[in-house]
């Protein structure tokens, strides 16, 4: 018997989740600044979110399967994100609000060969320009 995909359900509970945990423990304030979040997940119908508010915070979040959701919020000045998917079926999403925002997205097609993850790190710890759009499209390995 197939079991149901949760993704969408999975990913309103992450959403909330986080938002309440945003809500204490990293509302706006002196002390949340410069945090970091790295995120991996490996394999079918994963939902990850990730909420930093503050300045000068970096969040990468990697996922590589089919059927996967990811997303970044950040709320302050001076942030970097970076979505990496690999796979089919995928959703993902960046949402920047404040000033000197980096926003790098890396999504491949399923089959191709992927793209490092320390690639997508890279763009967030070294990225300048704003609003950096990547849609990597490897070739295969022969």
């Given at each position: 018997m197939k079991r149901p995909s949760l993704t969408i359900p999975a990913l309103a509970l992450c959403f909330a989740a986080l938002l309440a945990g945003a809500a204490s423990a990293q509302g706006m304030g002196s002390r949340n600044i410069y945090n970091a979040a790295i995120v991996n997940q490996s394999g079918t119908g994963h939902a990850a979110?990730?909420?930093?508010?503050?300045?000068?915070?970096?969040?990468?979040?990697?996922q590589a399967g089919a059927r996967n959701a990811g997303a970044i919020t950040q709320n302050g000045n001076n942030n970097a994100a970076c979505l990496y998917q690999h796979g089919r079926d995928l959703t993902g999403s960046i949402d920047?609000?404040?000033?000197?925002?980096?926003?790098?997205?890396?999504?491949t097609r399923s089959g191709l060969r992927p793209?490092?993850?320390?690639?997508?790190?890279?763009?967030?710890?070294g990225a300048n320009p704003r609003d950096i759009a990547l849609s990597q499209r490897t070739r295969p390995r022969r």
């Open positions: 979110a990730v909420v930093q508010a503050g300045q000068g915070n970096s969040a990468a979040l990697g920047q609000y404040g000033d000197g925002a980096t926003t790098a997205y890396i999504q793209v490092p993850m320390a690639v997508c790190v890279a763009q967030v710890a």
